[in-house]
Structures are given as C-alpha cells and as structure tokens.
C-alpha cells in the first residue's frame, strides 16, 4: 500500500515545481476532461461535467429566486446584427467561428457562431418591448459559446466553453445598476457557500470592460500560483445596445424611451478555479457541496462476514439523509490503490469500515481536506458525516481565505511591486491614477493587470506608484489566467 | 366577461377549419416561442422553455437510475470525421452547416456544427477504451443540433433545436440491443407518465432508420389532425461506426473485439407533440406534471377585505405541497381577462376566491381538461388539488387514448387505405411485404410512410394489400410531421 501510494502520487507533477503541469496532470488523471480532435475545444467528460452540473443547479435555483426565467436564443447570429453596436463588434469579430455555407448552399450572409448573444436577443427584445408596464425582462440562458483562441488550456481558457448569459433591461439606469450588482452579489454568494472560494469583488477598469459595456463588475478569485482568475463578470450595458437596436418603449409621461440593459455571465471556467484554489500535490479536493461524490464508502476485508452488510446499512443510511454516497466494493484494485484514488479524485470524506470496526462499533472516516482520520461510532453516523461535510467546507473557505491573503501584498512604489511580482505573485493593492496610459505601461513591463477597483476601497498612499501622478483608487492588480 | 371570452377564443383559429394555423396561432398566443432573424431557428420564450426543463428534469433523472452519466463533446466536427462512416455522411452532409472561417483566418479543414454527435463521440471512445473491463459505457448529452432545412415549423422542424443524445458502448450485440430497447422503454414511460401522451413503440423499416444504423426503434404518437409525430428514436448502431472508427477492446479471450454501439435522442419536438396531442380550440391543454404553473389563484373581489390574506393561505398551503403555483392579483387586467388568459396558456387548475367563497368557507376550482367547476371546502384544499392533478393526469392521458383509438384504421385493402388517408388521416394498421419499392409507391401515391413494425403484431391478412405480395409484417402507416 505504501509503495502504491508513492506511485500514484508521483504521477501527479508537485505544484511547487511546475504549476501549469500539476494542473494539467490533475484535470487529466482525475478524468475531469480531454482534449478533443478539434483544436482548442474540450471534452468534458462525466465527472468534470458533474461539477458543472452542481453549479448549475446552485446557480439557477438563485437566478430564480431572484426572479430571472430561462429561455433560448439561436445558435448562429446573422455577421449585420454582430455590427449593430461598434465596440462590440470590434471587440469580438477578431475571435469569432463563421457560418457560410448551410448544406451545400453557399449563404447570402455569413452568421456567426455565438461569441455572447447581446445582438440576437437584442433584435428580440426591439420586438417584444412596447410599455414601460412590460420591463423588467430579465432572462437568462445556459448554452455553449465559440470563441476562437489562439492558446487554450482546459477550462481555462478553450474556443468553446459552457456558461449562462443572463441578459435583462429596465425601465431605469438605477435599475440596472441595481441588476448589475444583485447579480454580482449572486455570483459571490455561490463562489463562497457552493465552492468554498473567498473572492474579491469591484469594478473593471475601462480598459478591461466588456466590448460595449458602460460599466463592468468582477469577482476575482486568487489561484495557488498567486495568479488571479475572473471568475464571473456583471456588466451595466447603459443604452449602448438598446440605443444601437432599437429597443424602445412607451414611457409614463407616454415620450418613447430607451430601456437600460445588463448582462451576467458565469462558465465551465469556474471549475478550473476550484481547482487551482483547493487542489494540492496528491490531486482534487473538491468543496463538499459540489462534489459528485461526497462520501465514498471503502469495505475493508470485505470477503468477511458482516462487511458489505454493514457498509450498505450506512450506504443507505447517508443516502436517506440526501448525501451522495458510493461504496467500492470493487475487487479487482486493493484497498490501497482505492484510497489513493478518491485522495486524487478529491472526495471529501473516506469511510473505511472492516471486521475489526464492525466489533467496535465504528468506523474510520478521513476527511481529505487535512487528510485527517479517526474513528467515529456507527451509531448516527449519517448525521456526523453531515455535519462533517459543512466542517470541511468552512475549513476549505477559510483556509482559502489564508492562503489568498499571505499571497496579498500592500504596494507603495513601483521597485517593490516588480520585485514582489516576481519573486512572490499574488495580488497587489496599490493606488492607481485612472489613467489608461499608465495601466499600460504596468502590463507592459510586468505582465500584471488591474482586476479590479474593489468595492472597499483603502486609502494606501496619495499619489499613484506608477506614474507619481494623484491617485484616484485602490486597485488589485495581478497577472492573470 | 362574456364578451372577452369570445373575442379571446376567437383570436386562435378552430382547429378544424385550418389546423396548421391554429397551431401557429396557440404557439404564438400563449408565448412559447418566436420567430429569430435566422430563417429556420426559433426563440424559445420562457414558457416554452420551462416545458423543456420539465422534460429535461424528468427525462435526465430517468437516465441516471439507469446507469448513464452526462458530459459534453464539441460543437464543431472536423469534415474528415463526418466522412468516416459512408452512410451517416451521406445521410447528414446536405443538412450542415460549415464553418469555414475562425476570426479572420481560413481554416485547413472545414467544421460542421454537429447535426447529431456519433463521428466525434466515436473518435473519443476510441482513445479511452482499452478493455472489456471498461465497458459499458454509459453517456449522454443535452445540447443543441443544427440541420438545415428547407421548411420550418417551430418545436416540430427547426434549423437548430435542443435535445439529448445517449450514447453508449457494449462488449456484446445482445447488451447494445437490450440498452436500444431499455432506453425506448424510458422514451415511453415519460411520454406516458409525465406528458399524458400514449406512444405506439416499434422498429423503422431499413428506409426509415437512422442513417447508419443496423436497426432503430421509435415512439410515434398521433397528433389531433390524424398525422403521426416520432416522439424519439432509439438506434442499435451495431459495429458499423466502431469499426469505421476503430474502436477495439481486448476481449476475455486475449483477442481484439469492436463493441456494439447505441445512440437514442428525443428533442424540443417533443413539445410540438404536446400542444398537437393536447391542445383545443381555447388554446394549450398541458399535462399537470409538466406544465410551469399547475394551478392559478384569481381572487375576486379583492379589494374587499380578507380575500388577499385568503389566497395568500391557499397559495403557500399549496406550495408547502410542491405545487407549482401562482396568484394573479394584478389589478391592470380583468378578472374574466385573467380566466382566459390562463386557460389559454393550458394551466390545470384554476382557483376562484371571492368573499362569498369565504363566506362558505369554500373556493371554486375549474379543471382545464373538462373545463368543469365546482365548489370545494378551503379545508384540506392542497391534498385536493394535488390528487386533482393526478386526476387530470390520468384523464388527458385516456382522452389521448381515445382520440388515437379512434383514428386508428384496421385496413386491409389499398383502396380503403387511400380513401381513408383523404377522408379520415390517422393510424392505418395493415399488412406488409418488407419491400421497399412497395413502401416508396405508398408514400408517393399517399403521402403516407410506414411509422413502424410494432413490437405488438397482429395479422390483419396473408397479404400485402399494397402490392399482392406474401406479407411480413403488420405496420403502423401515416401521414407524419
């Protein structure tokens, strides 16, 4: 067993060696994806597609209680609609899959696959609006989206990925406004009470805002390696699209009016966080909420009389009280190999259950956050393996938690932000002037980006690091994925 | 009241003077679905949708019990896997669309967007399977599918359109054929139980089955009108793409074998069914365990005092039992508005409150299926409702059966078939040769195709009474969407 044990972590690269390679060892050995015969596009395959499933579920059943209904708009988007709004069309043109010939027959106009679907729900809207009784529209859709990248990486960053897009209007720009930070709140309630991921929330610079958007918000999440990753994005849309399609209504004082739009998107980029987040040199560990498996039940000697029977009393057991439970009763790998396995596949609890137990009474139970075991009674077992799943979820927030802010740093001159950029990444508070320029020359010569101006705002110093110039925020700046 | 009522009916077309327009009428109407700017695709409106995510909800749940786990293959299919299997390619290619362009370059190879996802499946499948110990498996994915087509008609023919497609890999032809079987069972079971539609289940002829497949099975329901609708599709697919694909496995002898293969979809189609299966002149009739909202509450009166608290009780009463409900308490529209409006839109129940309801401690409950109301006593109303539900359930369903039964012709000689087929468009029962030139005659001289060689057989007569010939098989024939 503890040869087995060695084997099976050494196939897995340590992260303080090479973090790209640890993460690409670990989606691949846990099974999570592959690559697919189209470059750039990923097959997700049934355990990385559970997780997306878990987020699903949490996300919609919150759109829904904050009263968003889903629906579908089409796949293909004729290239006119595309070029309605102009930063939008200039952002997205650049990367989008084109459509021209259906059948055999060559189209008259090109249609693009959808990069986000602002322009086709648009020219919806422009159709479906008349009175300002009608507003708000707030929809949202879960589909996949093209984009065409030069440089991919699972989850991460790949030409198609999964995600919703919500997209709504209102009557006012304080509604939309108020829209646009609901749903960032949203996103931020799910990071931390489903995926046990402490993020930082505020609004994009200019220069990082959606193409076309009045105002972008982020929840940024810091990754093991000390680089950021956008994990969800808000966007306060103005009259930008509304204006550009069209979409325009009766108002009170009976004068035709504009509406004011949001959009809101979350993807499949999200696993990759919570792995990078939580993951450690033996492989997964995943938030307990999300896990597909979140307790997987090992019999030990199982050809002794009692075992199995035993460990289907407290499958059922835990099955009753809504976890999601498996028994290995798999003969053909050792106990060792099964340890290691789930270890690697990151589910949250082991319960190991043999002769010797079954005569005390108990069983042993590991949790894989602190690889901690011990042994626990039979006796309510399900209700201690409950209670136990919340734990490890408070333990792997705050743990998180920790991890993000050693790796935060308070930046006063630019000679200690390049130093601390290389020698130890993470994000980097730091006072910033507003201007564009500057952003910049601090990506250019450090390759670290403004995530965000975050909602609370300290006063660091006076004038920017950068430029030296007066300081108008306290920004986060890191590179990111 | 009685006025609006009337110009409400009015604005949907009888079903018997021009079907095709008051099934365009009820779509529209009752806000399922629009029409996109893409010729071909539809908008599926939020109404619309929340049938599909019943259908989802129920058809998913029902493919996990048996063993299938979801994932997620790319959108886009390189040309050169399309081509590998002769038959599928000649079946799919005039339907595609290519994608030729990705951002602003050319591409080497040419993509499909994926019209059904067996070539890039396989192409995966062939990279993880090493050992019959790997088998089966057990896979499905819900997407969307785009086939170009000439006419369109939203839910029953679109360009693009939602579905799920199961895929799965076994070591033996017998285990592939009892998965084809086992997953048109399921098809069947939530056709029945979920949807109220009674489904005539049977094999295709060679000229009807998927193209490339070694056999496929189908549900065929039968629409108001008298034509028949393939409500799913079930395909033994054989070695035909394994081998085009080489995908292997060493056997429990040493030697290299090819699985045998099945894939099975059902699609939004499903939901063109239901409104053609259910509905009537009013508008929608939906099944109770489908349908978004299952009861509404109307108060009446409601500026009188207590009738709000009242409906409020009833509603939460309700809810608390995992009834759908709703409460329309808007005042901007009348309350006969408000029974038409509903009833239209196919909710089951509707609930009545007035102050002389609470008065008698009673409230009026109108079922949707007979259009009957009666007084029932608040107390105990939930459980009422609920077995109300199943009631109407239960009614639609035989009420379906009844209308099929009765447009289902016993034929046994080819004048009486193509009288009928004018007169009287239903199911027509009858014999057959197996021949295809024979069923190519009937479909050109009828219009009419044969939807399946039933698993329940009967014999009508000795002979084909299409062609003289000896006959093999009683067949299902019509007219079909």
Redo the contacts between chains.
Sequence with gaps: METNEKQFVQEITPMEVDFPQWYTDVIKKTDLV?Y???KG??????Y???L??EIQRDMDRRFKETGH??????????ES?LNKEKEHVEGF????????????ERLAER?C?RPTSET?IC??YA??LNSY?DLPFL?NQW??V?R?EKSTRPFLRT??F?WQEGHTIHETYEEAQEETLRMLQVYKASAEELMAIPVVVGQKSDREKFAGAHATYTMEALMHDGKALQAGTSHNLGQHFTKAFDINFQGRTGEIEFPYQTSWGVSTRLIGGIIMVHGDNRGLVLPPRMAPIQAVIIPIAQNKGGVLEEAEKIHNELKNLGIRVETDADT?NTVGWKFNEYEMKGVPVRIEIGPRDIKKSQVMVARRDTLEKEAVPIENLGLHIAKLLDDIHDNMFEKAKKMRDEKTYTIDNYDDFKKKMKESPGFMKAMWCGDRECEEAIKEETGATIRCIPFEQEKISDVCPFCGKKAKHMVYLARAY
Excluded: Q
């Design positions: 592959d697919s015969p189209v596009f990923m097959v997700i395959k049934p990385g597609y559970a997306w499933e209904k889903n629906c579908y708009f089409p796949l293909l988007i004729p609609l043109a650049p990367e989008v899959a084109w459509v021209t010939h259906g059948g055999s249609l696959v086709i020219s919806m159709k479906w009784r929809y589909c996949s093209v065409w030409s198609e999964l053909t």
